[in-house]
């Protein structure tokens, strides 16, 4: 089995013990994410401005392996606050992703998150298959 190592440049560096992402066998696995700067610094703004942040950072991570978010088959996410949070960060939510063809997903109720996050983000994507040079003659 081979797999790729995803590197973003312009996207939230990943910590020393886990990639941004991996590829393998036509999908990207993405790390969890959590709505911080570049610093490492929770940003402003809550449940929405956490999911904007980590779902925008997803974005730049999928990019740098060839997908895209609308090719996301599976998110995962988690919440510390589910009855305070969920309604608002499916608001910022949504917006990424096409309404009509939404990836499966589960959210999963959890105690703590790093940095004092209050939601994380991970998904699965499809890498699509570039034309070949026959389909473009």
């Known amino acids: ?14 910590l020393q013990v886990f990639s941004q992402a991996v590829i393998s066998k036509g999908h990207v696995y993405v ?46 996410v988690y919440l510390t606050n589910m009855s305070r949070d969920f309604t608002d960060m499916n608001g910022v939510y949504k917006e990424f992703f096409d309404t009509s063809a939404m ?13 004092g996050a209050c939601v994380e983000i991970e998904c699965m994507a499809e890498i699509p298959e570039s034309p070949s040079e026959s389909d473009l003659a």
């Open 31 to 76: 790390s969890g994410n959590i709505g911080c700067t570049t610093d490492f610094m929770i940003v402003e703004g809550g449940v929405q401005g956490q999911t904007y942040a980590a779902l925008s950072n997803i974005s730049k991570v999928l990019e740098a392996a060839g997908s895209g978010l609308q090719h996301v088959v599976k998110a995962n």
């Open 1 to 14: 089995m081979t797999k790729e190592i995803v590197i973003a440049p312009d996207a939230v560096p990943p």
């Open 103 to 115: 990836p499966a997903r589960t959210c999963i109720g959890v105690a703590s998150l790093p940095l």
